[in-house]
């Protein structure tokens, strides 16, 4: 079982940054690869950036590539996405999720733990 926390969302200005993170309970944190996505009300959950167990590899949606970054601290059991360059667009709730195994996936379905999401609201 692994539990996650969001938190760092909040208001920016269009083109600030804001950094999330995800702090993860368990001692096994260092197994699960870990994904965030976000949602907007009345919208399916959109995938925004995977990375690895070991922070290695990452991918992202064509979305945020070039503005976002996902890292991780494997010591402090913490997955971090780096916001910059944040549009209107970008306002919504965001969501980190721990999955197994360890290939690349998009689909919320895969991910098999989530955290309760953090708010970001970026105004123009």
């Known amino acids: 079982q692994v539990q996650l926390v969001e938190s760092g969302g909040g208001l920016v200005q269009a083109g600030g940054s804001l950094r999330v993170s995800c702090a993860a309970s368990?001692?096994?944190?260092?197994?699960?690869?870990m994904g965030w996505f976000r949602q907007a009300p009345g919208k399916e959950r959109e995938f925004v950036a995977h990375i690895s167990w070991s922070g290695g590899s990452t991918y992202y949606a064509d979305s945020v590539k070039g503005r976002f970054t996902i890292s991780r601290d494997n010591a402090k059991n913490t997955v971090y996405l780096q916001m910059n360059s944040l549009q209107p667009e970008d306002t919504t709730v965001y969501y980190c999720a721990a999955k197994a195994l360890p290939i690349v996936t998009t689909t919320p379905a895969n991910y098999a733990f989530w955290g309760q999401g953090t708010q970001v609201t970026v105004t123009s």
């Open positions: 368990g001692r096994t944190f260092s197994r699960y690869a």
